[in-house]
């Protein structure tokens, strides 16, 4: 049985897919697991680049001239941070991210 390890930077989870479409929470055992499509590697470069997209969206709450309260300003600078750190001891299925502060 092949069981297709999928990465998902959007969710930061990890799923298990057969070649029939079914899902399983734990690959089954004696099953060959395929990296698809990402590997852990490729897979942590997508997830840079979403959190990287994350960052462009709200560049403007640090701009000197933004229409925000100083504690809205506060509370981006601290979610940009968090998302700056994601990568940091981040571990598939058990990190999420961080809330942006709407």
């Known amino acids: 049985m092949i069981i297709y390890e999928i990465y998902v ?3 930061i989870t990890v799923e298990y897919w057969d070649e029939f479409g079914e899902q399983y929470y734990q690959p089954p ?3 060959v697991i395929v990296p ?5 590697d490729t897979a ?3 997830l840079r ?3 990287n997209a994350k960052l462009v969206a709200c560049d403007y709450t640090q701009l000197p001239d933004v229409n925000l309260s100083p504690s809205m300003v506060e509370a981006w600078r601290i979610y940009r941070q968090e998302l700056r750190d994601i990568t940091d001891n981040l571990e598939w299925g058990v990190t999420t991210w961080p809330v942006a502060p709407w």
Not at 36 to 40: E, G, N
């Open 44 to 46: 942590m470069n997508a």
């Open 36 to 40: 698809h499509p990402y590997t852990a």
């Open 29 to 31: 055992t004696g099953a």
């Open 9 to 11: 930077p959007e969710t």
């Open 49 to 51: 680049s979403v959190r």
